[in-house]
């Protein structure tokens, strides 16, 4: 079975010994109740080091007290199960109370990127999400970290962040991991009963439609918008946060889609806040 531990001292020990030895290591942070999604990130990280680390750690700081932290899925032997099998070394659970001792008032924030899309309806998210992960990547000390492009708009600004406080951590993106039926893998997916289940696939749907209307030559952002929302709403159950065309590098609003284009969409199903996008690479 794979090591898990719960302190920062015992993340460091372990990593120093590994260095010693000369070897590389990967972080794949995550919040756990891990799916193929997840392993997918692992696969990535264990081709690509000699070490890697998962951190299992559901982030306080990134949740609005509207939102679903006490609710948020958790299984930690089926995580640790699923990280064994695709190669991981260890595992990183620590409590918040490790993470965030008592009178912790330093933050991570960012201006810019954080504005769209999921910043405007969860506005301290973005925060949480930075602090976190920096801490991380200060505990760990990694070569490469690896985050799913399901979080897109998350993907983008650890990137900034990374660039702008000079962290020697190499950051890489992998695609979107799907149900059979299209269905972006999420841990907020058990959230679904049978019926939202079948009505969540309007998010796909979309997602797919909207890329074919691009291959066929559409550009103009406000009509491919238009047509994905109106797709969306097709579906009684589902309820729009945003769908929106943006820069993938800096997350600015775009009225041209082209090269680098991240066009993203959140969508209520149920009390499930469920992420989709698809992205117009740099040719």
Same mark, same amino acid.
């Given at each position: 079975?794979?090591?898990?531990?719960?302190?920062?001292?015992?993340?460091?020990?372990?990593?120093?010994?590994?260095?010693?030895?000369?070897?590389?290591?990967?972080?794949?942070?995550?919040?756990?109740?891990?799916?193929?999604?997840?392993?997918?990130?692992?696969?990535?990280?264990?081709?690509?080091?000699?070490? @890697? !680390? $998962? /951190?299992?750690?559901? *982030?306080?700081? %990134?949740?609005?007290?509207?939102?679903?932290?006490?609710?948020?899925?958790?299984?930690?032997?089926?995580?640790?199960?699923?990280?064994?099998?695709?190669?991981?070394?260890?595992?990183?659970?620590?409590?918040?109370?490790?993470?965030?001792?008592?009178?912790?008032?330093?933050?991570?924030?960012?201006?810019?990127?954080?504005?769209?899309?999921?910043?405007?309806?969860?506005?301290?998210?973005?925060?949480?999400?930075? @602090? !976190? $992960? /920096?801490?991380?990547? *200060?505990?760990? %000390?990694?070569?490469?970290?690896?985050?799913?492009?399901?979080?897109?708009?998350?993907?983008?600004?650890?990137?900034?962040?990374?660039?702008?406080?000079?962290?020697?951590?190499?950051?890489?993106?992998?695609?979107?991991?799907?149900?059979?039926?299209?269905?972006?893998?999420?841990?907020?997916?058990?959230?679904?009963?049978?019926?939202?289940?079948?009505?969540?696939?309007?998010?796909?749907?979309?997602?797919?439609?909207?890329?074919?209307?691009?291959?066929?030559?559409?550009?103009?952002?406000?009509?491919?918008?238009?047509?994905?929302?109106?797709?969306?709403?097709?579906?009684?159950?589902?309820?729009?946060?945003?769908?929106?065309?943006?820069?993938?590098?800096?997350?600015?609003?775009?009225?041209?889609?082209?090269?680098?284009?991240?066009?993203?969409?959140?969508?209520?199903?149920?009390?499930?806040?469920?992420?989709?996008?698809?992205?117009?690479?740099?040719?």
């Amino acid at each position: 079975m794979i090591k898990v531990v719960h302190t920062i001292k015992e993340v460091r020990e372990q990593v120093k010994a590994w260095r010693t030895e000369g070897l590389s290591v990967g972080l794949v942070p995550t919040m756990g109740f891990l799916h193929e999604g997840h392993k997918s990130l692992i696969d990535s990280s264990v081709k690509d080091n000699d070490r @890697t !680390v $998962v /951190s299992v750690f559901v *982030n306080p700081m %990134q949740f609005g007290p509207s939102e679903d932290l006490a609710n948020y899925p958790r299984d930690l032997d089926a995580d640790a199960e699923l990280c064994a099998s695709a190669g991981a070394d260890l595992i990183f659970n620590p409590e918040p109370e490790e993470m965030y001792a008592d009178g912790f008032c330093s933050f991570v924030d960012m201006i810019g990127p954080t504005a769209e899309l999921c910043g405007k309806s969860r506005p301290i998210h973005f925060r949480g999400v930075c @602090t !976190v $992960v /920096s801490k991380l990547f *200060n505990i760990v %000390q990694p070569d490469r970290a690896y985050f799913g492009q399901k979080d897109a708009q998350q993907l983008a600004v650890i990137k900034r962040m990374v660039t702008d406080l000079n962290i020697p951590v190499e950051i890489i993106g992998c695609p979107i991991i799907r149900e059979a039926d299209g269905l972006a893998k999420s841990s907020r997916n058990t959230y679904l009963n049978e019926e939202e289940r079948k009505a969540a696939l309007i998010l796909s749907k979309t997602i797919f439609m909207g890329q074919e209307l691009v291959k066929n030559g559409l550009t103009d952002a406000a009509e491919l918008i238009s047509r994905m929302k109106e797709n969306i709403e097709t579906e009684p159950l589902a309820k729009i946060d945003y769908v929106d065309v943006v820069n993938f590098d800096d997350v600015s609003r775009k009225d041209t889609i082209g090269d680098n284009t991240l066009v993203a969409m959140a969508v209520y199903v149920g009390k499930a806040r469920l992420l989709d996008n698809f992205i117009i690479e740099k040719k």
